[in-house]
């Protein structure tokens, strides 16, 4: 889940010249299903990003390694973690720091539960903080994500960023699989309760992009939009209401790391993801 919330806020501190906080990995949920949280999630400080979502329930193990969890989402590609931001014309500046952990929290149990990363961006004159939170319970398998952006100078501006979708979810079963890995998407229907739904394939997308052709969903306010193979899915999905207060403006999918496939050529199985634009 993703809310963006802006707010005005202190002097800056992090900037293209100061020394970056060392690189950390941070854990939210649990490894053990008795803490009642149904997920282990693994977060990095390089870039404030989501490295892996892993299901504790010893059902859900790897097929190769039963009592290995099966991550649901993977840093399968080195470099390419899941839930990147961007800012327009920021280039990767915020994909490639290291942010500021500002804040960790626990339940009442002491199970790690919350995270704050923050930088400061002098040269753009902003504040951002990326959120995540987890709670606990049988189908909690969801991780929420609030951005915030906080303007440091004195002048209003507005901001248009991009976020990366989930990476590296799971194969499984190949030898009988009938759907490997597709973007799937949907969107509200703006004259009812209803959504459209569609997915797209790898061979799609690399055809697309081979002719610089890939879609761009604008049309509709969006429901959700991720990746989906024979037996898993890993979507985003806006809070509240698009077609009251909608703040994306459109959607692609896109192919992540190198292709498998024999010459350079893509497979069923190669890794895809989405980019979603405020």
């Known amino acids: 889940a993703v809310r963006g919330e802006p707010e005005v806020a202190g002097p800056p501190q992090q900037t293209e010249g ?6 950390s990995t941070l854990e939210i949920g649990s490894a053990e299903p008795e ?8 977060l990095t400080n390089r870039g404030a990003a989501l490295e892996s979502i892993a299901l504790n329930n010893p059902r859900y193990g790897r097929l ?37 952990v500002k804040s960790q929290g626990r339940d009442e149990n002491g199970v790690p539960n919350d995270v704050v990363f923050r930088i400061e961006w002098a040269q753009r004159g902003l504040a951002i903080e ?47 699989a009938r759907t490997f890995r597709e973007v799937a998407v949907a969107f509200l229907n703006e004259d009812s309760d209803g959504v ?25 306010p969006l429901k959700y939009v991720g990746v989906t193979s024979q037996y898993f899915a890993a979507v985003l999905l806006p809070r509240g209401d698009q077609r009251k207060d909608r703040w994306e403006e459109h959607t692609r999918p896109i192919l992540v790391g190198l292709p498998k496939g024999e ?7 190669d890794r895809k993801s989405t980019r979603l634009n405020s």
Do not use: C, M
Request: no cysteine.
């Open 18 to 23: 100061t020394p970056e906080p060392p690189l």
């Open 35 to 42: 803490s009642g949280y149904p997920v282990l999630v693994t």
């Open 64 to 100: 190769d390694n039963p009592k290995q969890p099966l991550d649901v989402v993977s840093l399968e590609t080195k470099g390419h973690p899941s839930l990147l931001l961007a800012l327009e014309k920021g280039g990767k500046f915020l994909a490639e720091r290291n942010w500021e």
């Open 130 to 176: 990326k959120h995540y939170h987890v709670e606990p319970g049988p189908n909690a398998y969801s991780v929420d994500l609030t951005l915030r952006f906080e303007n440091l100078g004195p002048k209003a501006q507005e901001v248009a960023y991009t976020l990366t979708g989930p990476n590296g979810i799971p194969l499984e079963g190949l030898e009988y």
């Open 196 to 220: 459209s739904a569609s997915t797209l394939d790898v061979k799609s997308l690399v055809k697309q992009a081979s002719k610089h052709e890939v879609e761009s969903w604008t049309e509709k």
């Open 263 to 269: 010459g350079g050529r893509e497979t069923n199985l």
